[in-house]
């Protein structure tokens, strides 16, 4: 829109750019930052200084990380001969809230994605493959999203890393626990009749 | 939640203090900076730092302003015997949109609240006057937001000024009630200013 006076207007074109961001928020927050008290915005500012000046990437598995190896890198104690690939960092934290996981992760960061442009090069697929050659890895779990890009990435990683002599996993699609039958899409009850196991 | 290392949670934490920025969407603009460029996350820092740092408040009028004066208070040629009262910068601009006001404002910087505490003493209500008192205002045009606080805020400054001896008049409804002055659309919020009365 281009209404307010120079530095404003730089501060709500920046705000703009940020995902789910829109105009009228960008101004909105704009106005939020500049009725706080001056610490109170330069924290924010800091904040985000700090975290790009301290933060990187896991060298080995592309999950954020200070220093070369994220926590889950550096712990002893995870058996490295599982390793549970996601799509991004915050996956990582819903897989470890369920307690159920003790291996390794690899961070693809992103999924194949033909409409965005982005291809397997884009991806941390190759350092993938570099971890399974060279750490004993004996399970690779699949563990992108059930969606369109997430199923095209598995579909992919599974053709290239199986015949690799490697068991290769995906997570069930199903019903959520407590869920209704009657409101399942047929995609979904599709698949969790499909993924029926004996009890 | 507090599941991310060090800097990351801390860059979470302070832009889930945004408004409208909830902890999902915090985590998300977090990731998103954490991905970019260096330079890009640092001009986003930049911007806010030089924002509070060039932008305060119109001595005049309190609208945002680089300097003294804010740049319809610096405009010899705005008629200054009327003044439009409004709640927020943000409303100057929507004011302007109609091009149908040619007076000075006069910025609120909020509206009366009891359910937020907010009372006269905490909005440029005193500034108002004072205005009042030295420029030879002749009418002042209350434009707060036609919506429960805003209406009462009218009403007060309505019962303050009337007996100054000064024409007061409140933006006439053809705005939706409940709206907010900020999303009307320009022939409404003309129609609105055009329509007028005294109170």
Not at 15 to 20: E, S, V
Not at 161 to 166: D, R, S
Request: glycine share 10%; aromatic share 4%.
């Amino acid at each position: 829109m281009g209404v307010y006076e120079g530095p404003v207007q730089v501060l709500i074109d920046e705000l703009g750019r940020l995902p789910g961001v829109g105009p009228k928020s960008a101004q909105r927050i704009a106005f939020h930052l500049l009725k706080l008290p001056t610490e109170d915005a330069r924290r924010l500012a800091d904040s985000i200084i700090d975290a790009k000046a301290r933060v990187s990437w896991c060298t080995r598995c592309f999950n954020i990380a200070e220093g070369d190896l994220c926590s889950y890198c550096r712990d002893e104690r995870r058996d490295g001969a599982v390793v549970c690939v996601v799509e991004e960092p915050r996956d990582i934290v819903a897989v470890e809230r369920t307690a159920e996981f003790r291996g390794r992760y690899h961070v693809l960061q992103g999924a194949i994605s033909p409409i965005e442009g982005i291809g397997p090069e884009h991806l941390r697929v190759r350092e993938l493959l570099v971890r399974i050659g060279a750490e004993s890895v004996e399970e690779v779990i699949l563990a992108t999203n059930p969606n369109i890009e997430g199923e095209a990435t598995a579909m992919y990683l599974a053709n290239l890393i199986k015949p690799l002599g490697l068991k290769v996993t995906r997570i069930a699609s199903g019903l959520p626990v407590g869920g209704d039958l009657e409101y399942a899409d047929e995609v979904t009850l599709g698949r969790a009749l499909e993924g029926r196991r004996e009890v």
